[in-house]
């Protein structure tokens, strides 16, 4: 990366992060030791829920979650268009089919109104979902006393992406308490809000839940007698009580998200401030960020601006590619997912979600990092400025 790229997203690593990485290293578990229930437990705390699941990165943590949940084979998956494949796919995985729900026009958040009509709908077809996925989307937290209402009423469950959630809050309940969802799914890639290099975390407050969750992390096996069919053999005896998978988190990844949970509170400060900082420079252009709901306060993992392309005579491609010629690191969240190739397979097509298709094709993602300053604030805006020039 030269000197002069300033990124979408960036990893905030100090001095303390890297002492806690290498005292694994010195130590005697590089894997399955005492940084692993230190990380769950310094997330499990700031959450305010009962227990927490580290794997090896979000999307493990999604698709346990959904197996766990019951999914499997002629079941239904509901998630948003916008959003990274990995809510969908978790899915898949399972073998179940996937649909999705639109997005509000402001907010880019899975509407509740579209959801309430498709799940009247699929009442009468025969086709509810079992599990509902909503996604955080940028770190601004879906209406989920409504998601849960509809929840309740029509019997699916939830499990909420909150991949780029941590640090955010709805109605005064911290993102992850799962207080209206059965499960959540962090993620620690670099670019989010928190990160272990790769890694992911489930919080739930359901014990049997937690329980197969783990399980799952490592191949569906037991130690414990009491879960185990028939007697145990002796103490080195464990049971594969079904199929799960090797998706274990190292110590070593671990320890660098246990230390960087001390300063959640300092990042999520921060990301609020640049966003504010952002809102005020940009105000004015022809250009305008997603909605706020007033109920929540954002984790702000992403900070958007969605084109007016009426007023700029140029197209999005042409305002990003000068974004990127100088120097700053735009990107784009998130290619619709119906429209990937791998599901237009499935049958998805263009005009099937259409606020979603109208957000992706006016968005553009400005940088959006703890350890950005007011100057890179300003170098973004004078850029933005100048790429939409008439
Ligand atoms: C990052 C992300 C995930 C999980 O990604 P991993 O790279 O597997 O940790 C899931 N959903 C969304 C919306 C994400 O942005």
């Known amino acids: 990366m030269s000197a002069d790229f300033l990124p979408y997203g960036r990893q905030s690593i100090s001095v303390e992060d890297i002492d806690a990485v290498v005292s694994v290293l010195k130590s005697d578990f590089l894997t399955q030791g005492p940084a692993i229930p230190r990380f ?10 009962k227990h927490g699941i580290a794997m090896a990165n979000g999307t493990a943590t999604l698709h346990c979650a959904a197996k766990a949940l019951g999914l499997g084979h002629g079941d239904w998956l509901w998630t948003a268009p916008i959003t990274f494949v990995a809510s969908a ?13 639109d997005v509000d026009p402001g907010t880019i958040l899975m509407s509740p109104d579209r959801l309430e009509e498709k799940l009247i709908l699929a009442e009468k077809n025969g086709t509810l979902p079992k599990i509902v996925v909503p996604v955080h989307f940028a ?3 879906c209406d989920m006393p409504r ?18 959630a941590l640090g955010g809050e709805f109605e005064g309940e911290r993102i992850g308490n799962c207080r209206w969802s059965d499960a959540a799914s962090h993620s620690f890639h670099p670019v989010k809000i928190v990160t272990s290099g ?48 090797n998706y274990r988190m190292t110590d070593l990844q671990a320890a660098l998200g246990a230390s960087q949970m001390t300063r959640l ?41 969605r084109l007016d392309l009426n007023q700029i005579k140029k197209t999005r491609r042409q305002v990003f ?39 992706y094709e006016e968005a553009i993602t400005l940088p959006m990092f703890a ?20």
């Open 265 to 305: 509170d300092s990042f999520a400060k921060r990301r609020r401030e640049i966003a504010n900082l952002y809102d005020v420079e940009l105000a004015g252009l022809p250009l305008r960020p997603l909605a706020r709901d007033p109920r929540g306060i954002s984790g702000w993992h992403l900070y958007m601006i």
């Open 198 to 245: 790769e890694g992911g975390m489930i919080t739930t407050n359901d014990d049997e839940l937690a329980w197969r969750i783990s399980a799952l992390r490592t191949h569906g096996i037991t130690r414990d007698a009491d879960r185990m069919i028939g007697e145990s053999h002796g103490p080195w005896y464990y049971q594969q009580l079904e199929l799960g998978y």
């Open 40 to 49: 769950e437990k310094a997330v499990t705390n700031w959450c305010g829920v």
């Open 371 to 390: 350890d950005m300053t007011e100057a890179d604030v300003q170098r973004v805006k004078a850029a933005v400025v100048k790429s939409i020039d008439l």
């Open 139 to 141: 770190g601004q937290s």
């Open 147 to 164: 998601i849960h209402a509809l929840g309740q009423k029509y019997e699916f469950k939830i499990i909420e992406d909150a991949a780029h």
């Open 89 to 101: 796919n978790a899915g898949r995985y399972c073998g179940a089919q996937i649909d999705f729900v």
């Open 321 to 359: 590619e000068s974004l990127r010629s100088q120097g700053i690191g735009v990107n784009v969240h998130y290619i619709p997912v119906h429209l990937q190739p791998d599901y237009e397979r499935l049958n998805f097509r263009l005009g099937m979600y259409p606020e979603a298709e109208r957000y």
